[in-house]
Every structure is written in structure tokens, then in C-alpha cells.
Nanobody, 113 residues
Framework: QVKLVESGGGLVHPGGSLRLSCAAS????????MSWYRQAPGKEREFIAR????????NYADSVKGRFTISRDNAKNTLYLQMNSLKPEDTAVYYC??????WGQGTQVTVSS
């Protein structure tokens, strides 16, 4: 079955960086578009970034454009999210996603001094 497992979250100071990973299994990762979403306390889940199957096309939410970079390694069936210049408002649970409706369990990112 499809399995998505996020890792790499944690506590970081404002201005710091983190890299999230999402290990995928149970489907053909190399032909699948992949996305990152996040959900802050009391808010709806929101789109962060998407990457095409071969990695040649990416899209970002305006709130993270220029600070976050989505990438993938199809040889390792792994999706990444490099997060730089983190802000307190980036605090959320981060999820990876693939269609039609597969989600990981999420990884907590907390940005606080």
C-alpha cells in the first residue's frame, strides 16, 4: 500500500533552516507529482509546494516563495523540502501528499526563539 513517511521536523530559531524528507513506497514514485502542505494550529491545511515527476517543474505558495525549495530523488523514492529563513508563522505540521489522496503522518516544525 501507499506509504509516505515525513521526517526532519523540529524546533528552530527564527532565521534558521530545516530540511524535511518524505520517504515514499507502495507506488511508482518516479512518475508521480508530489506536494508539501502544512497545517498550523487552528488553521486549515494549506498548499506549500509541488514538484513534477521528473523534478523539472515546481510551484510554490507566495508565503514561502524564495525561502523554501522542493526537490526529489527518484532513485531514493524521497521528496525533500529545504526551508530557509524560517519565521514563527512557518510553525505547523508539514505533510507530503500525492494524488489521488495519500498523505503522510506529518512532521512538526516549530519556529521560536
Amino acid at each position: 500500500q501507499v506509504k509516505l513517511v515525513e521526517s526532519g521536523g523540529g524546533l528552530v530559531h527564527p532565521g534558521g533552516s530545516l530540511r524535511l524528507s518524505c520517504a515514499a513506497s507502495g507506488f511508482t514514485f518516479s512518475v508521480s507529482y508530489m506536494s508539501w502542505y502544512r497545517q498550523a494550529p487552528g488553521k486549515e491545511r494549506e498548499f506549500i509546494a509541488r514538484i513534477s515527476s521528473a523534478g523539472g517543474s515546481t510551484n510554490y505558495a507566495d508565503s514561502v516563495k524564495g525561502r523554501f525549495t522542493i526537490s526529489r530523488d527518484n532513485a531514493k523514492n524521497t521528496l525533500y523540502l529545504q526551508m530557509n529563513s524560517l519565521k514563527p508563522e512557518d510553525t505547523a505540521v508539514y505533510y507530503c501528499y500525492t494524488s489521488p489522496s495519500y498523505w503522510g503522518q506529518g512532521t512538526q516544525v516549530t519556529v521560536s526563539s
